[in-house]
């Protein structure tokens, strides 16, 4: 069991490209999330989704994009890339609501030079 | 809005003592659950440990405990004999029962020293 997968795990960007951080899970998760984490900080939330073809806005979610075409599948779009958005890029998912907590992927992280 | 405080910013301890993370959570209301994950250096998130606001128990997962404190929203992590493989970020984390997102406090760094 897989669990939730992130591609790539590393990644350098330059000023003004675009990429797509992958997402995956294998546990027919319902919930979806994407968290950036800065250098000794906590954690921000960017976009989430409680289903397939549902998404919504976290607290930080200005220069990002997601969908979610299927259950599976959580990809994060970052458009002209700046280096504001070097960071440490966190998928999670989870069942439901309430009492089950997130599990976590390992983690992209994203450099923009 | 509810709000997650980790007032320790980073802590050390002696291999094998004990150490307790503060936690202390804002909230009205009366059904929801609260987290705490660890963050090693590999910066894989780990679920340590969950408690339901419904129970008084605390939760406990071998030798780690909480000790939660409703009334006084507070909920603090107790690390017993601590190894050098507990040396990571502690996140302490809330969600209520009808709340999509779980809110995460800012973390303590927590470093066991041999």
């Known amino acids: 069991n897989a669990g939730v997968t992130q591609t790539p795990k590393f990644r350098i960007l330059k000023i003004g490209q675009s990429m797509t951080l992958q997402c995956t899970q294998d546990?027919?998760?319902?919930?979806m999330y994407w968290y950036r984490q800065d250098p000794g900080m906590g954690l921000k939330l960017i976009y989430y989704s409680v289903g397939a073809g549902i998404t919504d806005k976290g607290e930080v979610p200005n220069g990002y994009n997601v969908s979610r075409s299927t259950t599976e599948d959580f990809p994060l779009r970052l458009e002209l890339a700046a280096p504001s958005q070097t960071s440490v890029y966190f998928c999670a998912s989870r069942p439901r609501q309430g009492d089950y907590g997130y599990t976590f992927g390992s983690g992209t992280r994203l450099t923009v030079v | 809005a509810q709000t997650v405080t980790q007032s320790q910013p980073e802590m050390s301890v002696q291999e094998a003592e004990t150490v307790t993370l503060s936690c202390t959570y804002d909230?009205?209301?009366?059904?929801?659950?609260l987290f705490w994950y660890k963050q090693p250096p590999s910066r894989q998130m780990i679920l340590v440990i969950r408690?339901?606001?419904?129970?008084?128990q605390n939760a406990t997962e071998n030798r780690f405990s909480v000790n939660f404190q409703k009334a006084a929203k507070s909920f603090s992590l107790k690390i017993s004999d601590s190894q050098l493989g507990d040396t990571a970020m502690y996140f302490c984390?809330?969600?209520?029962?009808?709340?999509?997102?779980?809110?995460f406090g800012k973390g303590t760094r927590l470093h066991i020293l041999p």
């Open positions: 984390a809330f969600n209520m029962n009808r709340d999509d997102k779980i809110i």
């Open positions: 546990m027919n998760h319902n919930y």
């Open positions: 408690q339901e606001a419904y129970k008084q």
């Open positions: 909230t009205s209301e009366n059904n929801y659950y």
